[in-house]
């Protein structure tokens, strides 16, 4: 049984949603606050520090990791609409301050650390209403988000809710869309084929939309998509499902 | 030299070695036992050994030395080495008529006065199977004086006898059942099919370099 | 930035990417691989449950690493072998053939060993008068064609069936040139069956050794283990020093993990334990067995209580069957002894971050690896761990050459990030700044153009969320 439902949540939106998503963190956000539970933007947020740390600047990180956790003292739920942040936060963040004075309040904060469908699904339970004509999309799973966060069946129970809503399976749905942070600079080339090919077999399902509950997959799969003409259009889960099922 | 490097080498690890983890798992047992019913085991054992071209020849404890010498003159092999003092050698030998085919060739003498006939004059080498193993589908063979270790390799065709008997569920319980680390043969050799490479485009290939063909009597 | 001479992935990976064929050729491949190894493993319980107890036992295994090689060596030698230690590759090399000439022996054959890769054996031995054949069919193959393999399991995985008949057909003496696999094996199995019968000396490597009972296990399919270790009268076994598991009662369940992993079968063909030389009475086997305990970098790999799980590596290849980069590059573009995943941890620790930095970056962190690994290496995190000790200085590391990758420029990038990162004003002008200039910043140049290539350019939203929730009157606190 989960703890009951928490009154109300801090919103961590990532610096990707931020800049290039903000329509699928105030999704994520009405998403939230629909189910009766009170949201919390700390306006100092920033970035979860995942870039510094892949590449191994890990002074640099805890930096920018601290000063996130320090914007989120109290001991709410912490709601991150990306695998890969919350999987940043969740698992590496008790990494990151191991050894350090910081490792107790890095392990407690961690805990509190939640990717935002696994929120809705697991914690609020939510039920949808589809309020949307009928339509096909697609689902890109996201590394960290199924590997780190084992996120894989709740965005599906979430897009299994939507009655008109039909999800046509990619060949290679957990084949990575080749972003991996900096690595789409370090080896673009790879980085190139890897996108290639996910935005192919995208298009080849014909669905006009392609869904994923991370922003920087998104980002990536959607540039590739954009620059071959294919007319398929990114999404941010929490986007489609709050624009499906809110009132008209 | 060698010696500084053993040193070396071990000084090196000794320095870094920490205090051992937890034994998680050390006493992990074989799992899961049970899962086949010993009337089970004969048919699994079958079925995976057939899968990877296996041959059976099914026979009856009395009867099936003749049942070999039978398969064996079907088809059409000229001489077989086995082992003359082995456990199932004498029975084996006594299907046998001198001057009818197939010659047996005793593997009785040290492999430098047999190498070249087991590489090119021997159809077929018989061996007896210590036991078998029925969750992989495999034969336990232990090479002795008795039975040497090229009469399961060399010849294109390796006929095994097998007592349905003697199949086990796993190799863990194998090893642990038959107390094998009280004492190791020099060789102790698990066989689940002929010699087969898939080197080539991923596909499958029979006898590369082991025999072409296993067959396995069954009693 | 890389050392002088060093091997340098971005351009031989993206060298390979061009090459269809062979993308067609590993793409296919892999996929087999993978959907053969998924067969093997239906239920996801017992996956976790198989992959927990594989990693216990070398866990184990390598906390108790030199009292069970010492174990070892004490049960090798009362069981009647002769045991080396070589520090270097180079030891080892001499090792082998001080063992050849002992005997007088010049043609060798060989079984399957990554070890002998490392040391180049097959070069040192030809420069020194011993024929040294390759007799698994894989390693054969790329042998005759003057090339390294390019993958542990399958080294051959590269060659189609025309390019393997005609490198016969333009090779080996008397081939009747076919391009059947069937035709080809036979072929192979003639040539061989000579080159055994003549052998002098067999060599192997070893899959497990077991301290408990001095027993050397060795896993294969096509029987040319057992030719090289039953036939010749002497047998040169080498190990990497990390091969070695603690009792008996550990192989099976190894064993189980591996053959499953590596090629999608429960078990495989043959698996050959050898405890002791020909003893009193028994007519074949080799009257001298030789172990060679390899280190090469395994030690100082071993000093890092974290990085030493790098060394529960039971060469399955199941990382790199399905790594997206592996599928797409190719073994050859690494450069390097192991490819995929496990190459990218392994390779820097032995041959050191100055010359060999790129690697650990050559990933997309997708995990992959990490999920398929029986033995639960947490490859991930040790790729991130090499890319953090070649960013910083070297003091205090046991990492060969740590620090070797650093950058002053991207030490700058990074401080300027975290200054941007760590201060909510400083974010706010730099969202503001990203946002008023997108729409100047050349897609055709610099980094941009990395992306570019075959994205468009990604256009920042006209408003950020922190301006849209502060619209809408989110609480701060």
């Known amino acids: ?248 | 030299m060698a010696e500084t490097s053993r040193e070396a080498i071990l000084g090196r690890l000794r320095a870094a070695a920490d205090p051992a983890p937890p034994d998680r798992g050390a006493a992990a047992p074989d799992f899961p036992s049970g899962r086949y019913l010993p009337s089970e085991r004969l048919p699994r054992l079958r079925r995976c050994m057939e899968a990877v071209r296996t041959e059976f020849v099914e026979a009856t404890e009395e009867g099936w030395p003749s049942a070999v010498r039978d398969f064996l003159v079907a088809q059409g092999a000229r001489r077989v080495a086995y082992g003359p003092s082995g456990p199932d050698g004498p029975a084996f030998a006594a299907a046998f008529r001198p001057g009818a085919p197939p010659e047996l060739v005793p593997y009785d003498r040290p492999v430098e006065e047999m190498k070249t006939a087991l590489f090119t004059d021997i159809d077929a080498g018989f061996t007896s199977a210590r036991g078998g193993i029925a969750e992989t589908g495999t034969l336990v063979l232990w090479p002795s004086p008795a039975e040497p270790r090229l009469l399961s390799l060399v010849p294109p065709m390796h006929v095994a006898l097998l007592r349905a008997a003697t199949i086990r569920e796993t190799f863990g319980e194998t090893l642990k059942v038959e107390n094998w680390a009280a004492g190791m043969p020099a060789n102790a050799l698990l066989i689940s099919g002929p010699s087969k490479t898939a080197d080539i485009e991923q596909t499958l290939a029979y006898g590369v370099h082991g025999p072409k063909r296993l067959v396995v009597v069954l009693v | 930035m890389s050392a002088e001479g060093a091997p340098d992935f971005h351009a031989s990976s993206s060298k390979a990417l061009r090459d269809a064929p062979l993308r067609a050729n590993f793409r296919r491949a892999m996929d087999g691989l993978m959907a053969k190894r998924a067969a093997q493993f239906p239920d996801p319980a017992e996956w976790a449950a198989l992959r927990a107890r594989a990693a216990a036992v070398r866990a184990r295994s390598l906390a108790k690493l030199p009292e069970l090689l010492e174990a070892l060596e004490a049960k090798c030698v009362s069981n009647g072998l002769k045991v080396h230690w070589a520090a270097t590759t180079g030891e080892a090399n001499a090792t082998v053939l001080s063992i050849l000439r002992a005997h007088g022996a010049t043609r060798l054959v060989k079984g399957k060993s990554m070890v002998s890769e490392e040391m180049h054996l097959n070069d040192f031995l030809e420069a020194n008068g011993v024929e040294s054949v390759e007799s698994d069919l894989g390693e054969y193959i790329i042998q005759l064609d003057g090339e390294t393999p390019s993958h542990i399991i399958m080294p051959a995985i590269h060659k189609n069936r025309q390019q393997i008949a005609r490198l016969f057909g333009r090779k080996i003496r008397d081939a009747v040139y076919s391009e059947e696999v069937d035709a080809l094996t036979a072929t192979a199995r003639r040539v061989l069956r000579q080159k055994f019968f003549e052998a002098q000396a067999g060599l192997s490597g070893v899959n497990f050794a077991v301290a408990e009972t001095g027993t050397l296990c060795l896993v294969e399919n096509e029987g040319n283990g057992r030719m090289s270790t039953h036939v010749p009268p002497v047998h040169i076994a080498l190990m990497g020093l990390e091969k070695v598991v603690e009792r008996l009662e550990d192989v099976p369940p190894l064993l189980t993990v591996l053959t499953r992993s590596a090629t999608g079968q429960p078990i495989s063909t043959y698996f050959n334990m050898i405890t002791a030389p020909r003893g009193p009475g028994e007519k074949d086997g080799p009257r001298e067995i030789h172990l060679v305990i390899l280190d090469n970098g395994r030690s100082r790999i071993f000093a890092d209580g974290e990085l030493r799980a790098t060394l529960r590596c039971i060469r399955c290849g199941a990382c790199m069957n399905h790594c997206p980069v592996y599928t797409r590059v190719g073994g050859h573009a690494y450069q390097a002894i192991y490819p995929g995943p496990i190459g990218k941890i392994l390779t820097p620790q032995v041959e050191g971050l100055a010359r060999r930095h790129d690697l650990p970056h050559a990933s997309s962190l997708c995990h992959a690896c990490t999920e398929v690994c029986p033995v639960e290496i947490p490859i991930t995190r040790l790729l991130v761990r090499l890319r953090a000790e070649s960013a910083r200085s070297s003091a205090g590391s046991s990492v060969l050459d740590a620090g070797g990758g650093r950058s002053r420029l991207e030490d700058l990038a990074w401080a300027g990030w975290r200054a941007a990162h760590a201060s909510p004003a400083l974010y706010r002008m730099m969202t503001r700044l990203v946002r008023l200039a997108s729409p100047f910043v050349p897609s055709r140049f610099g980094p941009m153009k990395a992306w570019t290539n075959v994205r468009s350019k990604p256009r920042p939203a006209r408003r950020t969320l922190h301006e849209l929730v502060k619209e809408k009157g989110l609480g701060d606190g």
């Not at chain 1, 890897?194 to 959607?222: E, H, W």
């Open chain 1, 1 to 248: 049984m989960t703890a009951g439902r928490p009154e109300a949540v801090y919103f961590f939106g990532t610096c990707v949603v931020d800049l290039f998503f903000p329509e699928a963190g105030l999704a994520g956000i009405e998403l939230l606050e629909r189910e009766g539970v009170r949201v919390v933007y700390p306006r100092g947020q920033t970035c979860c520090a995942q870039p510094a740390f892949n590449c191994g600047h890990h002074g640099e990180a805890r930096a920018v990791a601290r000063a996130q956790m320090a914007l989120f003292p109290r001991p709410l739920p912490v709601v991150v609409p990306s695998g890969s942040c919350a999987g940043m936060m969740k698992h590496h963040y008790p990494d990151l301050f191991a050894g350090t004075p910081d490792e107790a309040s890095a392990a407690a904060f961690a805990s509190r650390v939640h990717e935002l469908t696994q929120f809705l699904v697991g914690v609020l339970g939510v039920s949808l209403t589809d309020r949307g004509e009928k339509t096909a999309v697609t689902w890109h799973s996201s590394c960290h988000g199924l590997r780190e966060m084992g996120l894989e069946k709740e965005p599906k129970a979430l897009l299994a809710q939507l009655s008109n809503v039909t999800v046509v399976p990619l060949e290679r749905e957990r084949e990575c869309c080749g972003f991996g942070g900096t690595f789409s600079v370090r080896y673009p080339d790879i980085s190139a084929a890897m996108v290639a090919d996910k935005a192919a077999d995208v298009a080849g399902t014909r669905a006009p939309t392609v869904l994923s509950a991370d922003a920087a997959c998104l980002l990536n799969i959607g540039g590739a998509l954009s620059a071959s003409g294919a007319a398929v259009r990114p999404r941010h889960l929490a986007d489609f499902l709050w624009e499906r099922t809110r009132e008209r």
